[in-house]
C-alpha cells in the first residue's frame, strides 16, 4: 500500500540541511512520491536541486504564488518562463489569495489568467491556492472555459456544491490535508459529499499537521494519518483511500 503527497514545500526552510532525511522517512512510511509545487524565484534553485537528488521521487513544478506577488510581479513572471525549460509535472501553485492583502489583488488576477494559459499552452495541469478567493477564482475560471483546464484546489475548504460548480468549469479535483483531522473541520462533513475518485492526498509540509502530530513541523510521511481519517469519514478502507487517490494522482499529473 503506497501513497503520493501532492503539495509539499519540503525545501522550505524549515526542513533546512533535513531534506533529504524528511523525503526518506516519507518513503519509509509508504509516501513514495511527492510533488513539490513552486512559490517563486527565492525557493525555486534549492526545489529543482532537491527534485534532481530525488528523481522518481519528488516531481517539481512550475509558477508564482500569489502571495509573491507585488510591485515587481512581472519580474517574477519572467523568470518562470525562463525555466520552462526544465522538466515540470504542473503550472502551480498559482491563484487568488485576499486573506494576507488585497493591496495587489489585480495583479494576482492578471499573474493567474496568465499562468492559467501558460497550462493550457503546455497541456501541464494547474495547482490551485484560493484563500478568500472562491467568488473570485470561480469568475475566473468562467471566463477561461475556451481553455483546456485541469488541476486540483489545494487544501479546498470550500463546500459540496462549490465542488459540483467548479466540475462545470474544468476537470477539478481537490486536495485533502492535515485539516480533515481537526475538531469541528467542515471539510470533515464534505468530503462524504465529494466521489473518491476527485480527491486527492497531500500534507502542504511544513503546514497544516495532521492530529496527532498538531504543532509540530508537517512533513509527507504523515499522510497514512490523513488517509486514515478519510477512511473513517467515507467508509472506505485506507486500501481503497490509496489505490484509488494514487490512480487520481496518475489521471492528473501524468506520473
Known amino acids: 500500500m503506497t501513497f503520493i503527497d501532492t503539495h509539499a514545500h ?4 524549515a526542513f533546512s540541511g533535513e531534506e533529504d532525511l524528511a523525503i526518506a522517512r516519507s518513503v519509509e512510511a509508504g509516501v513514495t512520491k511527492i510533488i513539490f509545487p513552486d512559490i517563486d524565484s527565492q525557493t525555486r534553485e534549492h526545489m529543482f536541486r532537491i ?6 521521487t519528488v516531481f517539481p513544478c512550475l509558477g508564482l504564488h500569489p502571495t509573491s506577488i507585488d510591485a515587481s510581479w512581472e519580474k517574477e ?8 525549460s526544465r522538466k515540470i509535472w504542473a503550472i502551480g501553485e498559482i491563484g487568488m489569495d485576499c486573506y494576507w492583502s488585497k493591496e495587489f489583488v489585480k495583479e494576482q488576477e492578471t499573474a493567474f489568467r496568465m499562468q492559467l494559459e501558460l497550462a493550457d499552452r503546455l497541456s501541464l495541469p494547474v495547482i490551485i491556492h484560493s484563500r478568500e478567493s472562491t467568488e473570485l477564482i470561480i469568475n475566473i475560471l468562467k471566463d477561461c472555459r475556451h481553455l483546456n483546464l485541469k488541476g486540483v ?6 463546500s459540496a456544491e462549490t465542488f459540483r460548480e467548479l466540475q462545470r468549469l474544468g476537470d477539478w479535483y481537490i486536495g485533502i490535508g492535515g485539516v480533515l483531522t481537526y475538531k ?4 470533515a462533513e464534505t468530503v462524504r459529499q465529494i466521489p473518491l475518485e476527485r480527491i486527492l492526498l497531500e500534507t502542504d509540509s511544513p503546514y497544516l499537521t495532521p492530529v496527532p502530530h498538531r504543532g509540530k513541523r508537517n512533513e509527507s510521511s504523515y499522510i497514512p494519518h490523513i488517509a486514515s481519517k478519510l477512511s473513517e469519514q467515507t467508509g472506505k478502507t485506507v486500501e481503497e483511500i ?9 489521471k492528473l499529473f501524468g506520473l
Do not use: C, P
Not at 77 to 84: A, F, G, Q, R, Y
Not at 153 to 158: E, T
Not at 184 to 187: D, F, G, L, N, Q
Open 10 to 13: 519540503l525545501y522550505d526552510e
Open 77 to 84: 513572471m519572467e523568470k518562470v518562463h525562463e525555466n520552462l
Open 184 to 187: 469541528k473541520a467542515s471539510i
Open 51 to 56: 527534485a534532481s537528488r530525488h528523481e522518481g
Open 242 to 250: 490509496a489505490q484509488t487517490t494514487t490512480e487520481n494522482v496518475h
Open 153 to 158: 484546489f489545494h487544501a479546498y475548504s470550500g
